[in-house]
């Protein structure tokens, strides 16, 4: 079965340092991938979507994901974490025209 | 505008009783997705709409849980008989019509359900 592997489970970072959440998916012809955040008692968002126009992809909140296929990796990056960042991390697959597999999530946790 | 929302945010049952659970998605969206999420895990696909058809429930994961969308607007997530084991947050998104391929699905705030 198509899949993503989120590779920490938590993962926690300074104030202002760079931020690093992994993904790697089962190999496949063309995957659609997503980010999704949830923040506490609130809807999943929408980060960012790799639909095969670009393997570098930007999202928002200064987000971006590098689609790497030799290494079927879609890691999401962001160069300084505010502590608005807090929040769970989705790594999402697309299958078929509808078909979302989640990944199991990343905790991040900014220290001020 | 108005986002997915779903009611009851929370939701106390006992083992046994039959629970249901409300979603209005956006207005005009044409799709509608239910999603399982237990805790510490990321959300699972449990079923689809386009309109009022249900065109996908393979994710549904027994007899006792049964989805409609009558008029293709509103759906109802029922579950009867609850067991412990129904205990999760359960999520609603919608989607509207797009160009072909994957378009964004719009989740709502989700209904935590806790069976005692």
């Known amino acids: 079965a198509q899949s993503v592997t989120q590779l920490d489970s938590h993962v926690s970072v300074s104030e202002g340092t760079p931020v690093l959440l992994r993904c790697n998916y089962s190999?496949?012809?063309?995957?659609?991938l997503f980010w999704y955040v949830q923040h506490p008692n609130k809807g999943l968002q929408l980060l960012l979507k790799?639909?095969?126009?670009?393997?570098l992809v930007k999202g928002i909140n200064g987000f971006e994901a590098e689609f790497k296929k030799s290494e079927t990796s879609f890691h999401l990056t962001k160069p300084s974490a505010h502590m608005s960042d807090a929040a769970e991390y989705f790594c999402v697959r697309g299958a078929g025209s509808y078909q979302l597999t989640f990944g199991k999530g990343t905790k991040l946790s900014v220290i001020p | 505008g108005a986002g997915v929302s779903q009611s009851p945010r929370y939701k106390v049952a006992k083992r046994g009783q039959d629970v249901a659970l409300r979603c209005d998605p956006i207005s005009g969206h044409v799709s509608l997705f239910w999603y399982q999420q237990a805790l510490g895990q990321g959300p699972e696909f449990l079923t689809y709409f386009q309109n009022e058809a249900q065109l996908d429930k393979s994710g549904l994961p027994s007899d006792r849980f049964f989805a409609e969308r009558p008029e293709g607007s509103v759906s109802t997530l029922k579950i009867q008989r609850t067991q412990q084991e129904d205990s999760a947050v359960y999520l609603c998104?919608?989607?509207?019509?797009?160009?072909?391929?994957?378009?964004?699905?719009?989740f709502g705030p989700g209904t935590r359900l806790t069976v005692l």
């Open positions: 998104a919608s989607r509207g019509l797009g160009l072909a391929g994957h378009n964004e699905q719009f």
């Open positions: 790799y639909t095969s126009a670009a393997t």
């Open positions: 190999s496949s012809y063309s995957p659609s």
